[in-house]
């Protein structure tokens, strides 16, 4: 797209806003799913206004436009916000980020894949604006555009760190890794194998003991399940390397995927385990 393309599109997308946003404004919630066959906002811009940390936005039948507005509840917190298009479903749709003065083109019209890449971008203000535009004219053939999204804090007055999540953990988040996330293993680095055209890196462990894992209908369980590898995603700058002993693997689920908390050696987290036992200081039963 020419630079001449984007500002005319972007100078429309403004007039149609201008024009719509007054008779269609759409609730404040996590997720939305509207279709483009009511409201009567033929090839319009709809506004969606999201105030969740993590959601999903589903549009049928898509006609003219979206715009997403994401936020941080009312707090005017900024954030990093990632996206990932639904996994195996077609993208009928382009995705714009609202720029100053233009749109910065994230997702073009794309065919169904297992692993749909996720884009991440800087909040501005307090929050993300996205322009989700139909590709193609309506018609009887059902389309759906699916998009998750999560919303990451910053820290009040600092800006984004890449480096942030390379650190290693400190004792307190180790502990807290430990009791919230969704998956906590022992195991040993097999492989780190890079995902193309991503900043992400897929890390496969071999699993010798799975400490903890939350199941699918929100009950944190302790046990054993036997299985012996896992996949989880770190950033490639952080240089993830394979071997280095038997690690404690952290990992929370972000948009559908499992994504490296923390990860200290055995040797380190039995000596976390044992001050916090003395102490009675974590939220949840540590083990090793």
């Avoid at 506004?47 to 005017?76: F, I, M, N, Q, T």
């Avoid at 036997?226 to 995603?233: C, H, I, L, S």
């Avoid at 499992?258 to 540590?286: F, Q, T």
């Amino acid at each position: 797209m020419t630079v001449a393309t984007t500002s005319f599109l972007f100078s429309l997308f403004l007039a149609l806003l201008l024009r719509r946003i007054g008779a269609h404004p759409v609730g404040q919630q996590c997720d939305w799913n509207g279709n483009g066959l009511s409201g009567g906002e033929k090839r319009g811009v709809r506004p969606v206004y999201l105030r969740c940390s993590e959601g999903k936005v589903g549009w049928s039948y898509p006609d003219g436009a979206l715009r997403v507005l994401l936020r941080l509840g009312s707090s005017g917190r900024d954030f990093r916000a990632c996206l990932r298009p639904a996994p195996g479903k077609k993208l009928p749709a382009s995705i714009y980020l609202e720029g100053v003065r233009s749109l910065n083109k994230l997702y073009s019209p794309q065919q169904p894949t297992d692993r749909p890449h996720v884009r991440c971008v800087l909040s501005r203000g307090g929050q993300v604006a996205l322009y989700v535009e139909a590709a193609e004219e309506p018609s009887l053939t059902k389309q759906t555009i699916e998009f998750a999204y999560d919303l990451q804090p910053l820290k009040k007055g600092s800006v984004y760190d890449p480096n942030e999540e390379c650190r290693p953990c400190t004792k307190e988040e180790m502990t807290h890794a430990f009791c919230t996330n969704e998956l906590v293993v022992r195991g040993m680095i097999q492989r780190v194998e890079p995902i193309e055209d991503t900043d992400v890196s897929e890390i496969t462990v071999k699993v010798t003991k799975t400490l903890r894992r939350w199941s699918p209908w929100g009950e944190n369980e302790v046990y054993d399940d036997g299985a012996d590898k896992e996949v989880v995603q770190v950033g490639r700058h952080c240089g993830a390397q394979h071997g280095g002993g038997e690690m404690v693997i952290m990992a929370r689920r972000k948009l559908g995927q499992l994504v490296l908390s923390c990860a200290p050696r055995l040797s380190e987290w039995k000596d976390v385990v044992r001050e916090a036992n003395i102490m009675d200081s974590a939220h949840c039963v540590l083990s090793s």
